[in-house]
């Protein structure tokens, strides 16, 4: 009998439990759109039941218990939404729950340098974003110039072009720095003769953000984006005021010292940045050559922005820099020098940049944008028996109109640009000015044609004086086959007026480098593409987060100017028969668990110039790059950053062969609330081009420098400190 009792109570609570266990369907969408959202969490407080939503943005929550429980919905970049329900539900049909975006987090990944209002996540057009937490860890390992920030990125690369003075250009996919176009909050300061120098002239401290868009973009803002852009945009005032301090010393003999002030009063507003940098002459190797010149460096960036009302505002802003930079001998630059040690290369810059920006919105659709900038930039180089000296002022100006509506998203304008450069001591060579005036009209229309589709389509028209032409069409598409997997597919078209400013004329301080002749010479044209796939997960209820980025390119330029000894010792700018095309792929690969993020990128660049029947491979481009970061970061108290580099075999252009290297570095930084210091270990292990290979033949009276494909300064200690107020 007590048996039987026993059976009958197991078998009553056994009916009670699986009656208090209740099952939860939900389909999660996004707010506006309507579009399902793929690996929601959803948890049940107090308990350990969770579920993550499917493809179609369903999910099903099993064995809660009866009573009034509170479910949190979580996902990446958008707000957490907590719903209180009460079991058994009433209604036993799916609910739909909607989640908006995190205004917040990605309120600051709105991109500029489309024009528009999207955020990265909604832009056709595939770009690269680094953002201003990334600006400040790079502040920490590299304060004086933003050379480090663009060469760590998949797919770029610095080149050297000086092997004693440190002069370098930007190089996208394998294209020499000239088909790259380095734009400051959209304007173009750094072309033609300044382009030698930009990077080692801009500190990062003031920069809110870089937008990097690779492929021909000349569509969006004219020629000279063939193999890409590069857009460095500034930090704007807020009503809390942003004053920061950073002080730097390397074991490379180098001084860095920026203050950066930004704040909002009402209606006027103010950014500063004003920073010095230092470096005396630097010679690890003992090569009796500099590694790292001496130098001293200016700059001051003052802003002015007004607010006339909400909809409409002004800001004005002046760009300074004033440097004396003096590479080669040793001992010649330490003041030591004699008839023996006396090589030299002397650069003596200065830029000033004049900008002014004024929008006014019409309501919330509407926005009329005009902008203006006139730049001054002066350079002297000389070398023993050689001077060239010259000046080079260029005007920009454009006025754009945008019209945001549900679906589309259009912007039209016309632009101005001119380039007026004058050399003072010309030589043997003969007139090298010349005056470029460029006239054109774009226009580009954002459409939300689907919930799974978005679709950019460009267009633009130049008027090259004395070229003629060139009318640029582009195209791209984003693909949202859930919210995991996206895919972009877009080309254009692009073009390069002629100049004598290349990275191998830089390397020969253009010394017996003829005039460019527009009777002769013409436009290089190009058209290109590029295709990803983007895939983002979170695992192991967003314990661990995994984005992955495939990336294929193909570029393909006619017709391209390349450097042609002539005679006499002379050389001249010679659009040749013939073609270069780089094509390859990017790989990048992020994952992150609680505070450690690890970044792998690998690119493959098979880059050629083909012409009078041969083919060859471009100089100084390995086939084969690899990168690997590994950050731990606690936010707010402590930054470690773990990093290496290998880059593969290149082909010189003296027919060698450069030799594959590996480097690493590590970066510490501890953060108070208003005070960090940091210490940074760069290329600990030493490796430099010295170390396995020659850097000039020659004498050192009268060297000739080879291709410089690997660092020279080796192993560099930097340490410093923040104080923010």
Known sequence: MIKRIFIIAVLAVTAIAVHAQNTFEAVITEQGSGEPLVGV??????????????????????????????????YIGYEDEACEYSFPLQDGG??????????????????????GTRTIERVPTRIEFISGEELDEKSSMKPGDIRMLLSESTGIATQQTSAISGNA???????DGRYTQILKDGFPTFAGAASGLGLLQTPPLDLKQVEIVKGSSSTLYGGGAIAGLVNLISKTPGERRELEILLNGTSAKGLDASVFYAQRFGKVGATALFSYNRNWAYDPSDTGFTAIPEFDRFTLN?????????????????????????????????????????????????????????????GSVDCLAVKASGTYYDRKISVPGYTFDGSQVSTFAEASFTHTAESNEWVAGLNLWTDD??????GAVGERDYAQTVAGAFVQDTWAAAKWLDVEAGLRADYVFDYGWAVLPRLSALFKINGKLSSRVGGGFGYKAP???????????????????????????????????????????????????QLFFYTYIAHPLLMKQVGNGM???????????????????????????????????????SGDGARHDNYLTPR???????????????????????YGKQTLSDGREGKPYTMFGLMVEKIWENFSAFCNFENFTDRRQTRFDTIYNGTITNPEFRDIYAPLEGFMFNAGVKIRL
């Open 94 to 115: 799916p609910v739909a729950v909607s989640m908006h975006e995190d205004e917040e987090e990605l309120g600051e990944i709105v991109v500029q340098t489309m024009r």
């Open 571 to 609: 050389f001249r700018m010679e659009n040749i028969n013939g073609h270069i095309d780089t094509k390859g792929c990017e790989t990048n690969v992020k994952l992150g668990y609680r505070d450690f993020h690890l970044f792998l990128g690998y690119t493959f660049t098979d880059a050629g110039t």
């Open 624 to 646: 084969h790059r690899l990168n690997a970061i590994l950050m731990y970061e606690v936010e707010d108290e402590w930054r470690v950053g773990l990093e290496s580099y290998y």
């Open 169 to 175: 250009a930007i190089r996208i996919q394998g294209l």
């Open 499 to 549: 100049t004598i400013f290349t990275e191998d004329t830089e390397r020969m301080q253009y010394k017996d480098v003829l005039p460019i002749d527009a009777g002769f010479n013409k436009l290089e044209r190009s058209y290109g593409g590029n295709w990803d796939i983007n895939y983002v997960t979170d695992m192991f209820g967003g314990e661990v987060t995994l984005a992955v980025n």
């Open 302 to 362: 003052p802003k002015l922005f007004v607010y006339f009302s909400e909809n409409t505002d002004l800001n004005v802003g002046l760009n300074s820099m004033f440097e004396k930079r003096t590479g080669g001998d040793i001992k010649y630059v330490e003041g030591h020098g004699d008839d023996v040690h006396s090589y030299f290369e002397r650069n003596e810059t200065q830029r000033h940049s004049l900008q002014a920006a004024f929008t006014h919105r019409f």
């Open 421 to 426: 450069f004058n050399e003072k001591s010309r």
């Open 41 to 74: 969490t959803v948890k049940v407080s107090g308990t350990n039941i969770m579920a993550v939503s499917g493809a179609d943005g369903k999910l099903t929550v099993t064995g809660i218990p009866d009573g009034r429980h509170t479910l949190t919905f979580s």
